[in-house]
């Protein structure tokens, strides 16, 4: 069975850094695109990151050079370092497996990260 | 960046009946479409890709159609587990969800 677990949200104060983990079973992280995607609350979906299976990376315009994606293939896990945290990057943030031409077949459950004073 | 658009914001329909779900895009994304199932407090599930194909174990109640800038997801007859928010999303590049349709009991 495929399982994807988040970790490492929390509070965390505007300017700060955060780094949140997305741990994978049931397949290889570096087989598949894996995306992180957020949600605000009360609000949509929304792309932040993507690693590709060769290690490309891309990102959306609202994170772009302050947030990192990677993933540790000994440890089949992904992870998003978020830098110079705002207000606007509260969110649950999920992450997801890209099947075929780009749609999301598995998600996390999520982890809530709150930037706040 | 392409835009895409659902209506009605909120749906209200009673059990056992049909609810179609629209979903527009600002360009034409071919069939390069999915929707995607959210209950409270729960991940999105994804229900279709490629504009009409029903992702593995999703009811045959579900369906969905279109092709270009105009889509559509028709669930047949409501189950109470289908109220939810839906959302449709294109992957042409970098993927674009809409803002999503909460189906409501009536």
């Known amino acids: 069975d495929v399982q994807l677990v988040e970790s490492g949200g929390g509070l965390i104060q505007p300017g700060g850094s955060l780094r949140l983990s997305c741990a994978a079973s049931?397949?290889?992280?570096?087989?598949?695109?894996m995306s992180w995607v957020r949600q605000a609350p009360g609000k949509g979906l929304e792309w932040v990151s993507v690693i590709h299976s060769g290690g490309s990376t891309f990102y959306g315009d609202s994170v772009k050079g302050r947030f990192i994606i990677s993933r540790d293939n000994s440890e089949n896990t992904l992870y998003l370092q978020m830098n110079s945290l705002r207000a606007e990057d509260t969110a649950v943030y999920y992450c997801?497996?890209?099947?075929?031409?780009?749609?999301?077949?598995?998600w996390g459950r999520g982890t809530l990260v709150t930037v706040s004073t | 960046e392409i835009v895409m658009t659902q209506s009605p914001a909120t749906l209200s329909v009673s059990p056992g009946e049909r609810a179609t779900l629209s979903c527009r895009a600002s360009?034409?994304?071919?069939?390069?479409l999915a929707w995607y199932q959210q209950t409270p407090g729960q991940a999105p599930r994804l229900l279709i890709y490629g504009a009409s194909t029903r992702a593995t174990g999703i009811p045959a109640r579900f369906s969905g159609s279109g092709s270009g800038t105009e889509f559509t997801l028709t669930i047949s007859s409501l189950q109470s587990e289908d109220f939810a928010v839906y959302y449709c999303q294109e992957y042409t590049n970098w993927p674009t969800f809409g803002q999503g349709t909460k189906l409501e009991i009536k």
């Open positions: 360009q034409s994304v071919s069939t390069k």
């Open positions: 997801a497996s890209r099947a075929g031409s780009g749609w999301y077949d598995n």
């Open positions: 049931g397949f290889t992280v570096s087989s598949k695109q």
